[in-house]
Each structure stands twice: as C-alpha cells, then as structure tokens.
C-alpha cells in the first residue's frame, strides 16, 4: 500500500512562495509518475504538474514558469516549488501516485494513490 503525506501549505500574500513536499512510503516507486493536483471550493480537481521518477516534469499552462516540481529519490520525495502566487491558486494542493507505468497523465482518474491534501491560501 503506497502512503503519501503532504505538507508546507499555508498562508501567503501575493507575489509570494511556498515549497509543498510530499513524503512516499509502502513501495518501490521507480516507474511511477507523481502528480499535483489542487482543488478550490465549488471546483473540480485541477492538473498542476507531473514527474517521473528519473526526473523528466510537465507543468499545467496556468503555472508553467511560476511553479516548479521535483524530485528527492532517494528520500521518496517530491516537491512542488510555488512562486508568484495569486489569489487564484487558493485551493487544497494533493499529491498523487500513478503506479501503471503507462504515459504521464494529467487526468485525475489515473493515479490511484492520493494524499490528504495541504491548504494553500493566497491573499490579496
């Protein structure tokens, strides 16, 4: 069983930064691809960025060069470096595992582990 931990979400003003990590434990997870997601209140579950395990990423169009994923392999942990904030990335940010080793997805319905999710707030 894949168990994944969120963490680093607060609150910020505008303009500013926040790093979230996620912590993986119960399996091997060379093969995998780790996504962010986020959702705000009355949305669905928004695509924020990907990455495999040997490192290669993919960010939503609504982030691409604001936000940043990475990865820790050897502390099964992976990031997601948030700079110049907006009021319109408020949401809960989750962490997700696609275990199938198929293409990266953007899709929510296919990664089949998530995180509880972190808070983020921005304000104005």
């Known amino acids: 069983q894949v168990h994944l931990v969120e963490s680093g979400g607060g609150l910020v003003q505008t303009g500013g930064s926040l790093r979230l990590s996620c912590a993986a434990s119960?399996?091997?997870?060379?093969?995998?691809?780790m996504g962010w997601f986020r959702q705000a209140p009355g949305k669905g579950r928004e695509f924020v960025g990907l990455i495999n395990w040997s490192g290669r990423t993919y960010v939503a169009d609504s982030v691409k060069g604001r936000f940043t994923v990475s990865i820790d392999a050897a502390k099964d942990t992976v990031y997601l470096e948030m700079n110049g904030l907006k009021p319109e990335d408020s949401a809960v940010y989750y962490c997700?595992?696609?275990?199938?080793?198929?293409?990266?997805?953007?899709?929510?319905?296919?990664?089949?582990?998530w995180g509880q999710g972190t808070q983020v707030t921005v304000s104005s």
């Open positions: 997700a595992a696609d275990s199938h080793g198929g293409n990266p997805t953007d899709r929510p319905l296919g990664y089949d582990f």
């Open positions: 119960g399996r091997t997870f060379s093969g995998f691809v």
